[in-house]
């Protein structure tokens, strides 16, 4: 069975996605940290971002394994650095090519096959899982998901103006929703769930209650 979590920056899919697999007894992933992993080794291999075969055969062959939730490329746990702001700002390089999400898509099936999973991004209703047993589009006001942004770093330790979280939020949602392949958007028979106001746990009943009803 597949369940798959879309949804932009901020509205708290990876933390959802896990607590719900965890409660079902399902695998977890998050395609985020595989986005993040190529565009941190593409970094580290100083590729010029202007060099997409360069960008495209890295990913190709970049070895991305999970070992529950911590992910290594080729051979080298990364856990923590695909966090950095540098990685983040550079990862739109990648993700924008149709051919680099095709080898992340291959690689995402692959990890799926045969097993019950909850998978969380952008693309994972759309394009990687069409035929996903479970969609759900999860979202929430763009000023909510900054304000918890921003509760975020303040908790840990790193203290961003509301201003530039939300320009920065801002940012990504554009670069997300226009990439020419795997932008951001609740598939046709997604279930849209917009988070605001609810708390963690009512985010999380009606998110099983979802699921439940689908199956
Ligand atoms: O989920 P997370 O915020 O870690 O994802 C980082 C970035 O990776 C997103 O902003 C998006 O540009 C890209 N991404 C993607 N497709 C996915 C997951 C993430 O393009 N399935």
Redesign the pocket.
Known sequence: MIVTIDGP?GAG??SIARQVADRLGFEFL????M??AVTLGAIRAQIEFSDVDALVAFAGTADLKWKGCRISLNGVDVTEEIRTPTV?GA??YL?DLPDVRRQLTLQQRRIAAGRSIVTE????GTDVFPDADCKIFLTASPHERALRRHQQLADAGRHMAIEDVIAAQDR?DA??RC?PV?ALRPADDAVTLDTDGMSPDEVLDRTLQIIESAV
């Open positions: 920056a899919k990876s998050d395609t985020g940290a986005y993040r983040t990862i739109r993700a991004g952008r693309d994972q990504r670069e997300d990439r795997g």
